[in-house]
């Protein structure tokens, strides 16, 4: 299953989610590497799930900043990959600077829930998961 990226989260084969409109600095290369990811993941040898996070976010100060979107791809040895991805209302203004790096408006995350509503869901998701960011 996918979703929209302002529609409820779900879980699903991992595949690259539809856009409403691109963003700022989407580069056609990047999304065949992407898309490539869950063949590559497909090789490998896992004893637990290993979770990819991705975070977007107000800025950097982990004291004052909010996460805006939370992207997690899943790989575990008893199914494929999963995909999910959640924008949030960070409850705070996106600042210029970080409207320009990811793209995301006040107005695109205005009426979605905040961090702490689907913060249970990710909980579970990445239960008994290695974890790796970037």
């Known amino acids: 299953m996918t979703r929209s990226p302002t529609g409820p989260a779900t879980f699903g084969p991992a595949r690259d989610p539809p856009r409403d409109r691109p963003r700022r600095g989407d580069d056609p290369s990047s999304t065949r590497e992407i898309s490539a990811m869950p063949f590559a ?3 490998l040898v896992l004893g637990r799930p290993l979770a990819v996070v991705d975070l977007e976010t107000t800025g950097v100060d982990a004291r004052r900043d909010r ?8 790989v575990a040895p008893d199914h494929g ?8 209302n960070p409850g705070i203004p996106i600042p210029p600077a970080a409207h320009a790096i990811h ?4 107005e695109d995350v205005a009426d979605l829930p905040r961090f ?11 239960a008994g998961a290695d974890l790796a960011g970037f």
């Not at 702490?116 to 990445?126: D, K, N």
């Open 116 to 126: 702490r509503v689907i913060a249970p869901q990710l909980a579970r998701l990445l």
């Open 67 to 74: 996460i805006i979107e939370v992207g997690i791809l899943k």
């Open 41 to 43: 993941f497909c090789h």
């Open 81 to 88: 990959p999963i995909r999910y991805r959640r924008l949030v």
């Open 103 to 106: 793209g995301i408006a006040d």
